[in-house]
C-alpha cells in the first residue's frame, strides 16, 4: 500500500469509522458477507479524465488504489493535456497494466469533458461505471458499499449519494473548519421512479444534483441514452447527462458519503465563474433541455411549468449581468407574475449556498452548523407545498409588487 492510499485508511474520520454502522450498510446486515462470498462480483470501470491536472490527479488514482472492493479497472482519459499528467497517466498504466489503461483523443486533442467521458465508457469492459473526477478523491469503501446496493435493487440504473466539499486538503487550519457534508436534500436511502427526480433535483428543481463521483452506474444504461452530450464541452455537462437518467431510470439515493469534491480556484466551476459564463451557459443548458424534453414527448404541464420559470430566471440573470437593465426588468415582471414560486425558490437556493460556501456557520461549532444544513435543506417543511399549489401560494406575495414596479 503506498503512502497515499494509507492516508485514505488510517487519517480519515469518514473513510475510518466516522460513519454510522446505519449509514455503512444502507442495504442490510448481510451486506459484507454477499460481497465476500459472491465469487460473481461485477467488474467496476473506473474512468478519470483529465486535462492538465498534474496538481491532483495521483491522489485521486491513489484513492481508487485504496478500495476496499478490489474487481476495478481504471481508464486514464487524457483530453489533450500539456502540463505533465499525461506523464502520470501513462506511467500508472505502465505499472499496473493488468488494472490501468491510458486513451487520449487521436491527436491527443482536447475535445471537451462530454466526449472524452464517452471515450472512456466506449473502452470500458466493465458492466458497471464509476465516474471520479481528476480533482476529488473517494473514500475507501466507496465502490464496495454502491456495488451492494446495485446487486440488491437489480432494477436501479444509479446510484448516488452524499458528497463533503473539501477545503481541508489545503492543509490550512482554517480551511479545516470549512468542510462540510451536504446529501442531495431529497428522501434518503430511497429509490426513485423515474421522472420523479426530474422536478426535484437540479436543473429544474432546488435540490443539488448528485456529483459525478459520488455515482456508480450500469454501462448498459448509459450505452442507452446516448452517453454525455457532446455539445457541453465543460460546465453543465453532467447536468446535461443526470436529465436522461432521470427521466428514464430507477435511481437509488443514499445519505451515506462516498467522495470528497475538492474545492480550489482552477476548476471548471471555478474558472467559467471569473470568466462570468456561468449564467449564458446556464441558459444554454435550459435551451437545450427544453428541446430534448420535446424530442422525448415529455408532456408533465409541472415539468413544463419549471422549465417556463427557470428560463426566466437565467435570462434576468443574464441581462444583469450584462446591465441590460430594461430587458432584465422586463423579464423579471415575467418572473415575479407568472412564476413565483420558481423565483421564491431559486432565491432561497442562492441565499443557502452564499451561507454553506462561506463557513461562518461551521466555524460556530460542529452541532449547529449541522442544524443549520438540516435547516437549509430543500427538504425542510416549506418544501411540502403540492407542486401544483406552489404558484398560487406565493403569486398573492408578489402581486403587490409585480404592480408597483410598473409604475
Given at each position: 500500500m503506498t503512502e497515499l492510499s494509507q492516508h485514505f485508511s488510517q487519517n480519515d474520520p469518514l473513510a475510518s469509522g466516522g460513519l454510522s454502522d446505519a449509514a455503512r450498510n444502507p442495504v442490510g446486515a448481510d451486506r459484507e458477507q454477499r460481497i465476500e462470498g459472491n465469487t460473481g462480483e461485477p467488474l467496476v470501470s473506473c474512468i478519470i479524465i483529465f486535462l492538465d491536472a498534474k496538481r491532483f490527479i495521483q491522489e485521486a488514482i491513489e484513492s481508487i488504489f485504496a478500495q476496499s472492493y478490489e474487481n476495478w479497472e481504471l481508464l486514464l482519459v487524457d483530453d489533450g493535456s500539456t502540463d505533465g499528467s499525461t506523464d502520470i497517466a501513462r506511467r500508472y498504466a505502465q505499472q499496473h497494466p493488468e488494472k490501468v489503461r491510458y486513451l487520449e483523443h487521436p491527436g491527443h486533442q482536447n475535445r471537451g469533458m462530454s466526449a472524452t467521458r464517452n471515450l472512456g465508457v466506449s473502452h470500458a469492459k466493465g458492466d458497471v461505471i464509476a465516474f471520479l473526477d481528476a480533482d476529488d478523491v473517494w473514500l475507501p469503501r466507496k465502490l464496495e458499499e454502491q456495488v451492494a446496493i446495485l446487486g440488491s435493487h437489480p432494477e436501479v440504473g444509479m446510484v448516488c449519494g452524499a458528497r463533503q466539499h473539501w477545503y481541508s486538503w489545503t492543509g490550512d487550519h482554517q480551511d479545516a473548519q470549512r468542510d462540510f457534508v451536504i446529501g442531495l436534500g431529497t428522501q434518503a436511502d430511497f429509490l426513485f421512479e423515474p421522472p420523479a427526480l426530474l422536478s426535484l433535483l437540479h436543473p429544474l428543481g432546488i435540490?443539488?444534483?448528485?456529483?459525478?463521483?459520488?455515482?456508480?452506474?450500469?454501462?448498459?444504461?448509459?450505452?442507452?441514452?446516448?452517453?454525455?452530450?457532446?455539445?457541453?464541452?465543460?460546465?453543465?455537462?453532467?447536468?446535461?447527462?443526470?436529465?436522461?437518467?432521470?427521466?428514464?431510470?430507477?435511481?437509488?439515493?443514499?445519505?451515506?458519503?462516498?467522495?470528497?469534491?475538492?474545492?480550489?480556484?482552477?476548476?471548471?466551476?471555478?474558472?467559467?465563474?471569473?470568466?462570468?459564463?456561468?449564467?449564458?451557459?446556464?441558459?444554454?443548458?435550459?435551451?437545450?433541455?427544453?428541446?430534448?424534453?420535446?424530442?422525448?414527448?415529455?408532456?408533465?404541464?409541472?415539468?413544463?411549468?419549471?422549465?417556463?420559470?427557470?428560463?426566466?430566471?437565467?435570462?434576468?440573470?443574464?441581462?444583469?449581468?450584462?446591465?441590460?437593465?430594461?430587458?432584465?426588468?422586463?423579464?423579471?415582471?415575467?418572473?415575479?407574475?407568472?412564476?413565483?414560486?420558481?423565483?421564491?425558490?431559486?432565491?432561497?437556493?442562492?441565499?443557502?449556498?452564499?451561507?454553506?460556501?462561506?463557513?461562518v456557520f461551521q466555524?460556530?461549532?460542529?452541532?449547529?452548523?449541522?442544524?443549520?444544513?438540516?435547516?437549509?435543506?430543500?427538504?425542510?417543511?416549506?418544501?411540502?407545498?403540492?407542486?401544483?399549489?406552489?404558484?398560487?401560494?406565493?403569486?398573492?406575495?408578489?402581486?403587490?409588487?409585480?404592480?408597483?414596479?410598473?409604475?
Open positions: 435540490v443539488s444534483s448528485p456529483h459525478t463521483s459520488s455515482l456508480l452506474l450500469r454501462r448498459e444504461i448509459v450505452e442507452r441514452l446516448g452517453g454525455y452530450e457532446e455539445k457541453f464541452r465543460g460546465i453543465h455537462e453532467d447536468q446535461a447527462f443526470l436529465v436522461k437518467v432521470y427521466l428514464k431510470e430507477p435511481v437509488y439515493v443514499s445519505s451515506v458519503c462516498w467522495n470528497r469534491y475538492r474545492q480550489h480556484s482552477t476548476s471548471c466551476f471555478a474558472i467559467t465563474r471569473k470568466t462570468g459564463k456561468v449564467r449564458c451557459e446556464w441558459l444554454v443548458l435550459l435551451d437545450w433541455l427544453e428541446e430534448y424534453l420535446s424530442e422525448q414527448g415529455v408532456e408533465d404541464p409541472e415539468v413544463w411549468e419549471l422549465l417556463r420559470g427557470h428560463q426566466v430566471f437565467a435570462r434576468v440573470r443574464v441581462h444583469t449581468q450584462k446591465r441590460e437593465w430594461k430587458q432584465a426588468k422586463g423579464w423579471a415582471l415575467v418572473l415575479v407574475r407568472h412564476h413565483p414560486w420558481v423565483f421564491f425558490r431559486r432565491l432561497f437556493e442562492m441565499i443557502r449556498w452564499t451561507i454553506l460556501y462561506t463557513g466555524r460556530m461549532g460542529p452541532k449547529f452548523g449541522a442544524w443549520l444544513v438540516r435547516e437549509l435543506s430543500p427538504a425542510a417543511k416549506w418544501r411540502k407545498i403540492p407542486n401544483k399549489g406552489r404558484n398560487a401560494h406565493f403569486a398573492t406575495k408578489f402581486k403587490s409588487l409585480a404592480r408597483r414596479q410598473e409604475l
